[in-house]
């Protein structure tokens, strides 16, 4: 019964794997798609969420059957439960991925931000990608060391974020309304979608040492 309940716990693990490269998928292709305009490519985006939804929900569905029927104690414990919130969490990003990609849909032809924003957007774009793929290797490896390099570029990101606000809230911003509203949801998107992968990394880092990180978000 051990090595069957150990089996389950490894195939939790590789469902996670499994969701979060789809995620970093969606992410790289969504990004791409805002800020070349492409709307095939954000179609495809949107259209392809409902796999990371479907997965998630089916790894939901195993970790209650495995926490019904072996009634796990201790780490183990925290292993299933910490799953289920991970798996939350790379749902949310999903959806996040694909709000990113509405907005390049509902502009086109025209790109979401104005000219002055894009620089920022792509490299808002470039840290959010790099945080997804870092990410999977997270939860395929368990490192702190890349659990503290999600955490470091994190904090990229929020700089990114704040420098859009107060852009287009300065005195000199010249833009339309429309412009403050894309500019605000979209960096607000990008922003949430680092905030989910520190989360996650803050609870893997729990399992391996034992220690809850404080993050202020």
Same mark, same amino acid.
């Given at each position: 019964?051990?090595?069957?309940?150990?089996?389950?716990?490894?195939?939790? !693990?590789?469902?996670?794997?499994?969701?979060?490269?789809?995620?970093?998928? /969606? =992410?790289?292709?969504?990004?791409?798609?805002?800020? /070349?305009?492409?709307?095939?490519?954000? @179609?495809?985006?949107?259209?392809?969420?409902? @796999?990371?939804?479907?997965? %998630?929900?089916?790894?939901?569905?195993?970790?209650?059957?495995?926490?019904?029927? *072996? !009634? $796990?104690? %201790? +780490?183990?414990?925290?292993? #299933? #439960?910490?799953?289920?919130?991970?798996?939350?969490?790379?749902? +949310?990003?999903?959806?996040?991925?694909?709000? =990113?990609? !509405?907005? %390049?849909?509902?502009?086109? $032809?025209?790109?979401?931000? $104005?000219?002055? &924003?894009? $620089?920022?957007?792509?490299?808002?774009? +470039?840290?959010?990608?790099?945080?997804? *793929?870092?990410?999977?290797?997270?939860?395929?490896?368990? /490192?702190? @060391?890349?659990?503290?390099?999600?955490?470091?570029?994190?904090? &990229?990101?929020?700089? &990114?974020?704040? /420098?859009?606000?107060?852009? #287009?809230?300065?005195?000199?911003?010249?833009?339309?309304?429309?412009?403050?509203?894309?500019?605000? &949801?979209?960096?607000?998107?990008?922003?949430?979608?680092?905030?989910?992968?520190?989360?996650?990394?803050?609870?893997?880092?729990?399992? *391996?040492?034992?220690?809850?990180?404080?993050?202020?978000?």
């Amino acid at each position: 019964m051990r090595e069957v309940f150990q089996q389950e716990l490894a195939e939790v !693990q590789e469902r996670l794997v499994r969701i979060s490269g789809l995620v970093a998928t /969606s =992410i790289e292709r969504a990004t791409t798609a805002f800020n /070349s305009s492409d709307v095939t490519l954000a @179609e495809s985006v949107i259209a392809d969420d409902h @796999e990371i939804d479907e997965l %998630a929900a089916s790894l939901d569905e195993l970790a209650i059957d495995i926490l019904a029927r *072996q !009634q $796990p104690v %201790a +780490r183990d414990l925290r292993i #299933v #439960v910490s799953a289920l919130r991970i798996s939350a969490s790379l749902e +949310r990003m999903g959806d996040l991925a694909e709000h =990113i990609a !509405q907005l %390049a849909r509902t502009r086109f $032809p025209e790109k979401v931000v $104005p000219k002055d &924003l894009r $620089p920022t957007f792509k490299e808002l774009g +470039r840290l959010d990608v790099l945080i997804a *793929q870092k990410l999977t290797r997270l939860l395929e490896s368990e /490192s702190t @060391e890349l659990a503290a390099e999600i955490r470091d570029d994190d904090d &990229l990101v929020d700089d &990114l974020h704040l /420098s859009v606000f107060d852009k #287009v809230l300065g005195e000199t911003w010249k833009g339309a309304a429309s412009d403050i509203v894309d500019a605000t &949801l979209a960096s607000r998107y990008h922003e949430r979608f680092a905030d989910h992968a520190v989360s996650i990394a803050k609870k893997v880092q729990y399992l *391996q040492t034992g220690d809850w990180v404080a993050v202020a978000h």
